[in-house]
């Protein structure tokens, strides 16, 4: 996975603001336009739409005009990138904890 490492860094980066979270979490349930999302969030368009450039720019969403309507998508196959690497860092801990649960389960054992 570290050749993933900017990707990551850009996802989680975009990941890091509630806001972004909020918008991701309302396109988990189907597309929205801008000014539909913009419309749950209180500020500005033009600040919502920071966040929207910023999820666009790290993959987390694809936007697409038609007329003077902005469309955005879930890119759910980008955030599968962040799942990959939480499971990967679950199961390195996992064996860390089991094998740490071995030793402490054998030192116990011989007392000596």
């Known amino acids: 996975m570290a050749q993933y490492s900017a990707q990551l860094d850009g996802l989680f ?6 806001t ?20 749950e969030f209180p500020m500005t368009l033009p600040s919502f739409l920071k966040h929207v450039r910023a999820l666009e720019s790290a993959g987390i969403i694809r936007t697409s005009k038609t007329g003077r309507v902005r469309t955005c998508v879930l890119n ?15 199961r390195i801990w996992e ?3 089991d094998r740490l649960e071995q030793f402490v389960a054998g030192t116990e054992e011989d007392p000596s």
């Open 20 to 39: 972004r979270r909020g918008v991701i979490r309302r396109l988990g349930r189907g597309p929205a336009s801008v000014g539909d999302l913009a419309g």
């Open 76 to 90: 759910r196959e980008r955030l599968a990138l962040a799942e990959d690497w939480l499971a990967e860092q679950r």
């Open 95 to 97: 064996e860390r904890t």
């Open 13 to 18: 980066d975009a990941l890091a603001d509630s």
